[in-house]
């Protein structure tokens, strides 16, 4: 997206023809056929559902240290557990594709940007097509999934004034899986009291009943957490992208890596405080571009420090991210960008990514190439030019977000 500029965008801003449109429905239908004839389909998704199945039978869902979920978890795996395998061989693929088609949506949303345009339509199955996580979450089912709708979303409540709704979603998605919890740091930095309460009392208050319909919840604390906090076992560890993780695999002390890793973290959290600071001058858009960069950036500050760190977390933050191309000075205008997501194309020759006890290399370069490259990004950025803005503002969609915007209810941050 460097070379060509405004043409270019003007280009992918256009509206995609139907046979194209057919194309992309075909490449993302095809991914959920081939993953529902893989004999591991489902593999991540099997254990919150064999926790749904232990608490329909008496027992407790957290005998299994497998399943790292809060009691709110089980619950919504209960409509899972009642559907019949064959059928959910088929509906699993289908509805992760959904999940993550949704918060590509509302990224493009989010940034007024037309959803029939070949933007919208050749970059999600080009996404889904050659981004090798995106494929291998479809296969597995991981819940992170929600999380990659549940992100892009509350941000275009957020943006659109609607605090106390971006937190209820935010809230829904912890309850399914707790990867959002960073994103409480915008409601902080925002002020916005009520958005944050409903964000904790949603999944507190969905874990409290799922608590007490199960025996023996305390065993999430007692046997669940710790195992988590130590970064699971062997079985984990080849898969996980952690800098914690990987640089001792490289001959790293532990310690120095740890140091690291929290220094790289803490680097991004600066990097949020100075982006959200920045004065409204500088913005070369009316706010959406700030608060996808804070939330990315938080969100990549915890995948630096958190074990397991899987190389489908970025699904949650490379939507936000793709979808901000059309503002000036966006992550996808740098190279560091393109540099980061390279490795992950399917077919590129990474001769010793066949390696399994090697395979999170690349996933830890990838996430901390990103995240430097943001950090850049968010800190040292200067005034854009407008042109982009008006270029990218040029063909808008019906009822999109600068619509909304333009009408009056433009949200104070």
Not at 153 to 175: K, P
Not at 285 to 290: F, I, P, Q, S
Request: glycine share 8%; net charge positive.
């Amino acid at each position: 997206m460097v070379g060509r500029g405004p043409a270019l965008l003007e280009w992918l801003l256009r509206p995609a023809s139907r046979p194209w449109q057919a194309v992309a429905l075909a490449v993302v239908l095809g991914i959920c056929v081939s993953s529902s004839l893989k004999h591991n389909w489902g593999s991540d998704n099997a254990f919150v559902v064999k926790a749904a199945d232990a608490l329909l039978a008496g027992g407790s869902p957290y005998e299994d240290k497998r399943f790292l979920y809060l009691p709110s978890a089980v619950l919504l795996a209960v409509p899972e557990a009642l559907l019949p395998t064959p059928v959910l061989r088929w509906v699993l693929p289908v509805a992760m594709s959904a999940l993550v088609a949704f918060g590509w949506w509302c990224a493009l949303r989010l940034f007024s940007v037309p959803t029939r345009s070949r933007l919208a339509v050749l970059g999600f199955a080009a996404f889904a097509f050659a981004y090798k996580p995106y494929a291998n979450m479809v296969l597995i089912g991981n819940w992170t999934a929600v999380s990659a709708a549940a992100l892009p979303a509350a941000l275009l409540l957020a943006h659109r004034g609607r605090w106390v709704g971006a937190g209820a979603v935010i809230g829904l998605a912890i309850a399914a899986k707790p990867m959002l919890v960073p994103v409480a740091l915008l409601f902080l930095l925002a002020r916005r009291w009520r958005g944050l309460a409903v964000a904790v009392l949603v999944p507190v208050g969905l874990s409290l009943a799922g608590a007490l319909l199960m025996p023996s919840p305390t065993l999430f604390f007692t046997k669940t957490l710790p195992f988590l906090l130590q970064g699971q076992d062997s079985y984990a560890l080849p898969w996980d992208a952690s800098p914690i993780a990987v640089l001792p695999r490289l001959g790293v002390p532990e310690p120095v890596a740890v140091g690291l890793a929290a220094a790289l973290a803490a680097a991004g959290l600066w990097a949020v405080w100075r982006r959200w600071t920045r004065p409204a001058g500088l913005e070369p858009d009316r706010g959406e571009l700030r608060l996808a960069e804070t939330a990315a950036m938080t969100m990549l500050a915890a995948f630096l420090v958190s074990r397991p760190s899987f190389d489908h977390y970025l699904l949650v933050v490379l939507p936000l991210l793709f979808a901000s191309v059309v503002r000036p000075g966006s992550a996808p205008r740098s190279p560091w960008f393109w540099t980061a997501v390279l490795p992950q194309v399917i077919g590129m020759p990474w001769n010793w990514y066949f390696i399994k006890e090697r395979r999170a290399f690349k996933d830890c370069f990838t996430l901390c190439v990103l995240a430097a490259g943001l950090i850049r990004g968010c800190a040292v950025r200067r005034r854009g030019s407008l042109a982009g803005v008006r270029t990218a503002g040029s063909v808008r969609p019906e009822g999109s977000a600068e619509e909304h915007l333009t009408a009056g209810s433009r949200p104070a941050f």
